[in-house]
């Protein structure tokens, strides 16, 4: 399915946001509008373009965009925080999804907080979500500029037990997948947990593990087309059809009565 691909520039936030749009020529019925989030660091949308592309040839529209202090995007890093990221990214589903279609939310390692953050927004029109390498943060973290001591907070042993994802991510009851790399030197197995437990107690909830992935997932999917349709193609099923792929990713889940509303 063809897709026009489109660069533009949102300002909000004070910044100006640098964003891909990815439009199927012709959309699924009832599409959902999908946002790609990238991580922390030196994350950016050009990673998460392929993705998308990915997602507009399934018939939804997508949409991958640059924090501010990221690519192509105006501001500084260090002057970004988490409740930035949920607002630059509210804003720029407000500008290119506007207030009625459902949403699919992508997010990756930092992101994982964003999503949860976009979910408590957005309530019900978020019917689906997918947590790449997440992670998540504890309440006193969520207004501090990253270069204010947000590292340091982080880093406290156990700080993001106190994450209102968990809560967030306990409550949803839409699609859940948790895709997991192989190997993960970030994020504490501990999070991956929590969020495992949090996403099995109403959503209709899989994990998929990613064979020779590291917690670059970001850069490791862009060179994977097939790692990224089966991705998509498991969000798409019930969790129940989800099987094992033949391409090094393989599909876990919990037990049907755990996912039980």
């Known amino acids: 399915m063809d897709a026009v691909i489109r ?3 949102h300002a909000a936030d004070g910044e100006q946001l640098s964003l891909y749009t990815v439009t199927p020529q012709n959309e699924s019925f009832g599409a959902s509008g999908v946002v790609i989030l990238h991580g922390a660091g030196a994350g950016d949308k050009e990673r998460h373009l392929p993705f998308a592309e990915d997602f507009a040839a399934h018939g939804h529209p997508a949409v991958a965009l640059d924090f501010s202090g990221h690519g192509e995007s105006t501001g500084e890093l260090v002057n970004l925080s988490l409740r930035r990221r949920r607002d630059q990214a509210a804003a720029v589903i407000d500008e ?3 207030t009625e279609r459902p949403l699919v939310l992508v997010g990756f390692s930092m992101s994982g907080q964003t999503v949860a953050d976009l979910v408590d927004l957005y309530g019900k029109r978020v019917t689906a979500i997918v947590l ?3 992670g998540i943060y504890g309440k006193d973290a969520w207004d501090v500029p990253f270069g204010a001591g947000f590292t340091e907070m982080i880093r406290r042993p ?3 037990c106190a994450s209102q994802a968990l809560d967030t991510y306990a409550r949803f009851d839409g699609r859940a997948l948790l895709v997991v790399p192989e190997q ?3 994020i504490p197995e501990g999070v991956t947990e929590l969020l495992r437990t ?3 107690t109403h959503a209709d909830f899989s994990e998929l593990r990613l064979a020779g992935a590291s917690h670059q997932l970001g850069i490791w999917l862009a060179d994977q087309s097939r ?3 089966d991705i998509i193609s498991t969000l798409l099923l019930p969790r129940c059809s989800a099987q094992v792929l033949e391409t090094g990713l393989q599909s876990t889940g ?3 009565d755990l996912l039980s509303t």
Do not use: H, M
């Open 158 to 160: 156990g700080s993001w």
């Open 96 to 98: 290119v999804f506007g």
């Open 254 to 256: 919990f037990p049907a």
């Open 132 to 134: 790449c390498a997440p």
């Open 7 to 9: 660069k533009t520039v």
């Open 227 to 229: 790692a990224r349709s």
């Open 198 to 200: 949090a996403l099995a």
């Open 184 to 186: 993960d030197a970030v």
